[in-house]
């Protein structure tokens, strides 16, 4: 049966939006919590998301790879800002990109997540979690001006499923000299304080289920309680079969994952 509306989640650094057209709530919970696992194990491996985010998302997108997912249409872009442009926003860079690349219902459900997310008061839990994992300020180390004392990383990750078990998913990364605001979505960020390129990575994947539900328990005990209480959150509208054998990869995946 599938869900009678698109429910929006946050997941660590993702805000993934589940489509109507799903048609299994476990094909959900199997999303969110291989996602989950994927991002923990990149932080561990990495330290941050926010140092190297190319690095990092290379080997979120090599783990989800391990636990059964099949990856393709993987593409990453420098954004061309267009001639006399001055400000950006994500949602522009968004539409000029990952959006044109799905149908007009999928991109209807994001925006419809979008909307909700920023309808969270600031200091909600979900709100908190997804800032965290999706901006952050590092000190400048020679401090010579007028640069500012600090620098914004921003490593937005935004995903919809849809169509059973397929995951279309974007990042969006870059450097810029302002503060992040609490509208992230819609801030106009300045060209002439952004550092470098704004990076717009994506890529298209299949959840393979008849494998996965060899490894979902194992992946349920690895994450844990704690990890999926608060690292995994349902954002409010208002307001392999047994016997499958796992192959080595997988199985020294899961056994090297120690959150």
Same mark, same amino acid.
């Given at each position: 049966?599938?869900?009678?509306?698109?429910?929006?989640?946050?997941?660590?650094?993702?805000?993934?939006?589940?489509?109507?057209? #799903?048609?299994?709530?476990?094909?959900?919970?199997?999303? #969110?919590?291989?996602?989950?696992?994927?991002?923990?194990?990149?932080?561990?491996?990495?330290?941050?998301?926010?140092?190297?985010?190319?690095?990092?998302?290379?080997?979120?997108?090599?783990?989800?790879?391990?636990?059964?997912?099949?990856?393709?249409?993987?593409?990453?872009?420098?954004?061309?800002?267009?001639?006399?442009?001055?400000?950006?926003?994500?949602?522009?860079?968004?539409?000029?990109?990952?959006?044109?690349?799905?149908?007009?219902?999928?991109?209807?459900?994001?925006?419809?997540?979008?909307?909700?997310? *920023?309808?969270?008061?600031?200091?909600?839990?979900?709100?908190?979690?997804?800032?965290?994992?999706?901006?952050? /300020?590092?000190? #400048? /180390?020679?401090?010579?001006?007028?640069?500012?004392?600090?620098?914004?990383?921003?490593?937005?990750?935004?995903?919809?499923?849809?169509?059973?078990?397929?995951?279309?998913?974007?990042?969006?990364?870059?450097?810029?000299?302002?503060?992040?605001?609490?509208?992230?979505?819609?801030?106009?960020?300045?060209?002439?304080?952004?550092?470098?390129?704004?990076?717009?990575?994506?890529?298209?994947? /299949? *959840?393979?289920?008849?494998?996965?539900?060899?490894?979902?328990?194992?992946?349920?005990?690895?994450?844990? /309680?704690?990890?999926?209480?608060?690292?995994?959150?349902?954002?409010?509208?208002?307001?392999?079969?047994?016997?499958?054998?796992?192959?080595?990869?997988?199985?020294?995946?899961?056994?090297?994952?120690?959150?």
């Amino acid at each position: 049966m599938s869900l009678p509306a698109a429910e929006t989640y946050v997941v660590s650094g993702n805000l993934l939006v589940a489509a109507p057209s #799903v048609t299994n709530d476990t094909v959900v919970q199997d999303v #969110v919590n291989s996602n989950l696992l994927c991002q923990l194990a990149a932080d561990k491996k990495l330290t941050s998301r926010f140092i190297d985010p190319a690095a990092w998302l290379d080997m979120y997108r090599n783990s989800l790879g391990k636990v059964f997912w099949q990856i393709n249409n993987s593409n990453t872009i420098s954004y061309p800002v267009p001639p006399l442009i001055r400000s950006l926003t994500l949602m522009k860079i968004l539409q000029a990109t990952f959006f044109k690349t799905l149908d007009t219902n999928l991109v209807d459900c994001i925006e419809e997540g979008i909307g909700l997310w *920023l309808e969270l008061p600031e200091s909600s839990a979900p709100a908190l979690l997804y800032n965290s994992k999706t901006h952050v /300020e590092f000190e #400048v /180390e020679e401090k010579v001006p007028p640069v500012p004392s600090t620098i914004s990383v921003i490593n937005l990750q935004l995903s919809v499923v849809h169509s059973g078990s397929r995951l279309s998913i974007c990042s969006i990364y870059f450097k810029t000299l302002e503060s992040v605001e609490a509208d992230l979505f819609n801030q106009k960020f300045a060209v002439k304080d952004i550092l470098g390129n704004v990076s717009v990575s994506s890529f298209k994947a /299949e *959840l393979i289920e008849s494998n996965y539900s060899a490894i979902r328990q194992q992946i349920i005990d690895k994450l844990g /309680e704690t990890n999926i209480r608060e690292n995994i959150m349902l954002v409010p509208a208002n307001l392999a079969p047994a016997g499958i054998e796992l192959d080595t990869g997988t199985r020294q995946f899961l056994d090297s994952v120690d959150i």
